[in-house]
């Protein structure tokens, strides 16, 4: 007998051993059960992703209505101050520039969301600029 044959006779007598067709075995099998577990992992991360995702869109949503909140509030302050001056109600300068700045808080609301009504305070915004430019004039600011 060969050296060759001798091999030959070797190996086919170790594949032919039941250990190591469950060694093989084992192998395989724990090649699948990976690949099993990258399929479950890759479907666990997309359902995270579309979670996520919808977390997102809600957190879009309530931005929004932050967003319309203010608005709506600057829009009460200015109806409310316009009226307090058509009143006689003295203000502080500070109090001006606030409502100043709810002024440009409500229009820049507007500018960005036409579909927002905003014909509220065009009339009360405008007699509250001419109102502080008015008093800046009199030195009573």
């Not at 099993?36 to 359902?47: A, C, F, G, Q």
């Not at 507007?110 to 014909?119: D, L, Q, V």
Request: proline residues 1%; contains cysteine; glycine residues 2%.
């Amino acid at each position: 007998m060969t050296i060759q044959e001798i091999i030959v006779s070797i190996l086919l007598t170790v594949v032919g051993s039941s250990a190591v067709w469950q060694t093989i075995t084992w192998f395989v099998d724990r090649y699948d059960k990976k690949k099993t577990s990258k399929e479950d992992i890759l479907k666990e991360v997309e359902k995270v992703h579309e979670e996520v995702e919808q977390v997102s869109g809600k957190v879009d949503d309530l931005a929004d209505t932050v967003d319309k909140n203010q608005a709506v509030l600057a829009r009460t302050h200015i109806l409310r101050f316009s009226d307090e001056l058509k009143n006689g109600v003295e203000h502080s300068a500070e109090y001006f520039r606030q409502q100043l700045d709810d002024c440009d808080t409500y229009e820049k609301f507007c500018n960005a969301h036409p579909e927002f009504k905003n014909s509220y305070t065009e009339i009360a915004n405008i007699y509250i600029k001419e109102t502080y430019e008015r008093l800046l004039k009199e030195g009573k600011l």
